[in-house]
């Protein structure tokens, strides 16, 4: 098999990983939990899943692959810290978005082509490209699955059934 | 430029950038933040930066880079939990070894090929990677990118300076 495909398959491998062991996280968080600190004084798991849902909603456009779904996460989950507005949705209603959110980024993902992995994003211009041949969209795509285990790993910090 | 030296040096950048937010995050926590536990009863600094330091110190025979200098780090920061032990190194020999270890590794990384990489690692048989290319070098630096995410996420709880 040709090495770009492998490299590809390696990719979206670890990216279906991370995102299960995500929303299995967050999916087993009862709605308390959710709302429980992950340490005295930091984020809440509701408000780090929020977040993580409109950074992987952003990559539609920024990959290409078709219009945001939910920009109206961006005020409570990107621009703001945590704080009251973050339990606007409950669990139940994020994951709703975030199984929507990705079921389209999956579809996508599924169309990329090695070649189309290291075309330009859509937010690099094609004459910064030329000098920047690594703002692919394959380094958004290693870069927020990193993005991802990193608030995996806080969240983490609440346990499930704990 | 072709596709597979592409997608190889977008998985080498971010290791790296992952490598430095680390290196500057447990480097600049004194002796006294590396002990204090990032939440009530969670692990401290110390123990994570030993546990990303052992993982780190095994990819050298894992992708056939060369044997390991530190296995004596595994029966503190690997099988065993956070404890008394972890104490025994101090912040600057931590940091000794850390950058020991990821010299090793850059320079191997440096030598290898895209081909190299979707090559198999060191732990699976040639008969089982017939039937499971994607246990490659590749999907373990991926892995282990994650894997230092995951935990860098956990060790920013502790701010530096506070």
Known sequence: MESGVLLVD??????????DRASKHFGGLSEEQLRQP???????PIYLWGHLTAVSDALLPLL?????????????????PDGPAAENLSGKEMQRIWDEVNARLSAGFAKFTAEDWVARHTAVSAEDFAREPHRNRFTILLGRTNHMSYHLGQAALVKRGS
């Not at 390696?10 to 995102?19: D, F, P, V």
């Not at 992950?38 to 809440?44: L, T, V």
């Not at 290409?64 to 703001?80: F, K, M, T, W």
């Open 10 to 19: 390696s990719a979206l491998r670890l990216w279906n990983t991370t995102l």
């Open 38 to 44: 992950i340490a005295p004084g930091k984020n809440r």
């Open 64 to 80: 290409g692959i078709g219009d945001r779904l939910h920009p109206e996460l961006d005020a409570i989950y990107l621009s703001n």
